[in-house]
């Protein structure tokens, strides 16, 4: 059975830091390129970072370049999104997601975390 469970988010003052987790279980994490997405109420869901499978390539959103870092550990199938310099913008729902290197068809999605970030 296919799990990503994500971890880690709560609420935070502004310039505070977060480190989220999603830990993936039930498919060859080594092979999926990770992911997160966010998504603020009334919104569309958006990328927020993503790196390759080896870990060797990294892209993110402008709005969070600088902040935020994502990284994993492809022993412990884990991505991790280390969130800096937070902002009250990125309170969202944050999700994990998986998908296959090779074939786009086969992803996956966790069920999210949410971050709010207030005084």
């Known amino acids: 059975q296919v799990q990503l469970v994500e971890s880690g988010g709560g609420l935070v003052q502004p310039g505070g830091s977060l480190r989220l987790s999603c830990a993936a279980s039930?498919?060859?994490?080594?092979?999926?390129?990770m992911s997160w997405y966010r998504q603020a109420p009334g919104k569309e869901r958006e990328l927020v970072a993503r790196?390759?499978?080896?870990?060797?390539?990294?892209n993110y959103a402008d709005s969070v370049k600088g902040r935020f870092t994502i990284s994993r550990d492809n022993a412990k199938a884990t991505v991790y999104l280390q969130m800096n310099s937070l902002k009250p913008e990125d309170t969202a729902v944050y999700y994990c997601?998986?998908?296959?290197?090779?074939?786009?068809?086969?992803?996956?999605w966790g069920q999210g975390t949410q971050v709010t970030v207030s005084s």
């Open positions: 039930g498919f060859t994490f080594s092979m999926y390129v």
């Open positions: 790196i390759s499978s080896g870990g060797g390539s990294t």
């Open positions: 997601y998986a998908k296959h290197k090779l074939l786009d068809s086969i992803n996956y």
